[in-house]
């Protein structure tokens, strides 16, 4: 069982983000490392120990960006895979059997909550959807054949913060995984192994690459545990190419600057949406008025770069709003230097009736936005004439 283990940090997370995991200085080495798009290397003839292959990952660019990113959760291990989903299954994939049970969050991703309910169920694995702020929810839930607890926090879209305290002690007192999805905190905000968590998942595609332009996915954990998610990966395919990988290491590089500057941005940009007629209600973890305010007060180092409203006129006044915008783009992720708009209701829960997802939190005139590195100012203006 994956149970974590503290790792010590050699320097901040600013300085492990640009040369975590890197050996001794050589002259003539580049200062960036190369690419190296080979999928094939060359062996000692009649060997076959540590063949080195794309799809086993375990080829240049993806040791560097897996080394760097556990030193960023402070996780014993780390594997880069080919997108979210991909690091999703393969990591709970290492964990469950058939005959197993799985209690997971029910304010998830909308591509989790299917592989969940529609893949895994298939495959004999039973998955049981809990509203963690119920009192007591996890353990009411719980069977003797329950082997993880699956989370995502804060959650999209509505920014709710799951305390990780309860979850973690029964976790720990069961000897169950405690899986965490920290896709929108990255760690610049949040370490979920500091909290309890046996297992982080990101969708990299998000924060931690920041430019929109790769798939990728992370799970972090133990030793022996990401070498069985490592076997999952290699048979179910879902290793990175190695572009990605190196795409991925130089978008880390500006992490800490990106998050922090989305971190301050979003805040101002919820603080001005707060005091807007047109806006019912504004969803961010940094005010006052968030339900989970003290929680994530208590937890994260930096409220995130996603806030949400909800606009007075509903959802006509939300197809409205959407279309006015001209610097902020209207598309679905999140986690980059583009700020982007989306409507839940025609993207991540498009599946839901509008009776469900009012029910989740999620009315329709609900706006997603994901902060960008624009300056804030300039976003606040394009919303306001949006508004208007
Ligand atoms: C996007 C996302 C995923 C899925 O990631 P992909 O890289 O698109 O496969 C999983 N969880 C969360 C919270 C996400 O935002």
């Known amino acids: 069982m994956a149970i ?7 320097h901040a997370l600013a300085t492990l983000a640009i040369h975590g995991g890197d050996g001794p200085h050589v002259a003539g080495d580049p200062v960036v490392p190369p690419l190296v798009q080979s999928v094939n290397y060359v062996q000692e003839p009649g060997g076959d120990d540590n063949i080195m292959y794309t799809r086993y990952g375990n080829t240049p660019n993806a040791e560097r960006i897996q080394k760097r990113i556990a030193l960023l959760e402070g996780a014993e ?21 058939p005959g197993d049970h799985l209690l ?11 592989l969940f309910l529609e893949e895994f169920t298939q495959m004999g694995i039973d998955v049981t959807l809990v509203d963690p702020f119920e009192p007591r929810a996890w353990r009411r839930r719980l069977r003797k054949e329950t082997r993880a607890i699956f989370i995502e926090s804060p959650v999209n879209p509505t920014c709710r913060v799951l305390d990780m305290r309860g979850v973690s002690l029964l976790t720990k007192e069961l000897g169950i995984a405690l899986v965490v999805d920290s896709t929108f905190a990255s760690p610049v905000n949040f370490r979920p192994l500091e909290h309890g968590a046996d297992v982080v998942i990101h969708s990299a595609t998000k924060f931690l690459n920041g430019h929109h332009d790769i798939l990728g996915g992370i799970v972090c954990g133990t ?15 879902q290793t990175p190419d190695p572009f990605a990988c190196w795409l991925l290491e130089r978008g880390l590089k500006t992490l800490d600057v990106r998050v922090k500057r989305q971190n301050e941005s979003a805040m101002a940009i919820a603080t001005w949406a ?12 940094g005010l006052a008025s968030h339900p989970d305010h003290e ?34 783009r209207y598309a679905a992720s999140l986690g980059g230097v583009d700020t982007l708009v989306s409507e839940p209701r025609h993207s991540s829960h498009a599946r839901l009736t509008p009776d469900e997802r009012t029910h989740i939190g999620i009315p329709d005139g609900f706006i997603r936005l994901s902060v960008g590195l624009e300056d804030v100012g300039d976003i606040i203006a394009d919303l306001e004439q949006a508004l208007r």
Request: aromatic share 8%.
């Open 4 to 10: 974590s283990r503290k790792t010590v940090r050699p």
């Open 77 to 97: 291990a780390a594997l880069m895979l080919s997108s979210g989903m991909g690091a999703t299954a393969c990591g709970l994939l290492a964990l469950l059997r």
């Open 104 to 114: 997971a969050s029910q304010f998830i991703y909308g591509g989790t909550r299917r």
């Open 223 to 237: 030793v022996p545990y990401i070498d069985e998610v490592k076997q999952k990966e290699i048979v179910w395919g």
């Open 295 to 328: 929680v994530a007060v208590d937890q994260l180092d930096g409220f995130g770069g996603m806030v949400a409203f909800e606009l007075a006129g509903g959802g006509k006044a939300a197809d409205r709003f959407a279309r006015k915008l001209k610097l902020a």
């Open 274 to 285: 707060e005091e807007r007629k047109e806006v019912r209600r504004c969803y961010y973890p």
